[in-house]
């Protein structure tokens, strides 16, 4: 099922405006900006909201970017209460500003709070939390191709309370930072293929953006890292044979050449994160005459298609890397490549679709871009 982008809720929770930072002078802001490795230059404003069960949603606020003051026995703290979401805004061709689907990550934002027990913000007020901090951070929006602002939402357990249950308090917090490409400049890059670890089970949290499964992910992230590879490549958890996602992208594979191409990406089962990049290729791509399906790749399938040369690309895809194509596959048994192990044709033509649609350049039809 495609993820829908209309907004459900007609109601949303005021947010007031409190304190002013000292804003920085373009000058500064540009220097700040001269280089900007992802999240780590950060804007000027947050916004945050808070969750009781008396009271609900309540004390909406946008103001400066600044610690917080939360207690030591705070529950997110200890037993890992907390989501977040990831999503981007951009400058336009015509200088307007535009957040690439905001009510869907807002949705997303929704199911994973839910697996995790916590209170259900509504997708219209996380939609209008987007909209007061890149309004009230207009300025640190980048027109630059290659950058965008990209906005982190998050909701974890405030209550001060360790017994072995929900919590019964929480905060939203919005924050933003100037990001640039991933990967640095665009290259294919090279991925290992973990059969050590897992990254989610039938049942548990893989299709919820839940923080203890990035915590989860780094001894495998660092056993790739070491074995020269850019990402870990994950496998179900009961065989480890069947491809699910790389550490922080969905995957697909293009099988075919010329009008015979199709792409193929792994279902969602429960273990693989609904990704929104994932959703908008499964929907775009018709429009571009290639058929998608959605069915599992095991990495004997992988390494045979890529011999044989039925599998002519791979690449991954997210909300931070964009799209990204996978050059060399490396595992314990030896390395394979895909193609020629340069960037492949379809995988560059999603990519241009998708930038074009994000920069204003390119229809938009299905009105993925929220413009504030």
Not at 227 to 249: F, I, K, S, Y
């Amino acid at each position: 099922m495609l993820i829908e982008d209309t907004p459900r809720d007609i109601t949303s929770i005021p947010f007031a405006h409190h304190g002013t930072p000292a804003l920085l002078t373009p000058a500064e802001r540009g220097a700040r900006t001269a280089e900007a490795p992802f999240g780590s230059v950060f804007t000027e404003h947050m916004v945050s909201l808070k969750w009781t069960g008396t009271d609900g949603w309540h004390d909406g606020e946008v103001g400066p970017y600044a610690p917080l003051v939360l207690d030591p026995a705070a529950v997110g703290l200890h037993y890992g209460q907390s989501v977040f979401e990831g999503l981007k805004a951009y400058r336009t061709a015509d200088g307007r500003t535009a957040v690439f689907r905001p009510h869907a990550h807002g949705d997303r934002f929704r199911r994973s709070a839910a697996r995790l027990l916590m209170p259900e913000l509504p997708t219209q007020t996380f939609v209008h939390a987007v909209e007061e901090l890149v309004r009230a951070d207009a300025a640190w929006v980048p027109a630059e191709e290659h950058r965008s602002l990209y906005l982190r939402p998050l909701l974890f357990a405030s209550e001060a309370h360790l017994a072995l249950r929900p919590a019964r308090e929480f905060r939203f917090l919005l924050i933003a930072f100037v990001t640039e490409r991933f990967f640095g400049a665009p290259r294919p890059i090279t991925v290992w293929i973990s059969e050590d670890y897992a990254r989610a089970t039938p049942g548990g949290t893989g299709a919820a953006k839940f923080g203890g499964n990035y915590a989860a992910s780094y001894a495998a992230q660092a056993r790739a890292t070491a074995e020269g590879c850019d990402q870990v490549v994950w496998l179900d958890a009961q065989e480890r044979r069947w491809v699910e996602e790389l550490g922080g992208m969905n995957i697909f594979f293009v099988e075919g050449t010329g009008a015979q191409r199709r792409l193929v990406t792994p279902p969602l089962s429960g273990t693989i994160l609904p990704g929104v990049t994932r959703d908008t290729i499964l929907s775009a791509a018709p429009e571009l005459g290639l058929p998608v399906e959605e069915r599992p790749v095991s990495v004997e399938q992988w390494r045979e298609g890529c011999r044989q040369g039925r599998i002519t690309e791979v690449f991954a895809c997210g909300t931070a890397a964009q799209v990204s194509s996978v050059g060399t596959v490396r595992t314990a048994d030896g390395d394979f490549t895909v193609g020629d192990g340069s960037p492949g044709p379809v995988a560059g033509m999603i990519s241009d679709l998708l930038a074009g649609i994000e920069r204003g350049l390119a229809p938009d039809p299905a009105g993925w871009m929220h413009y504030v």
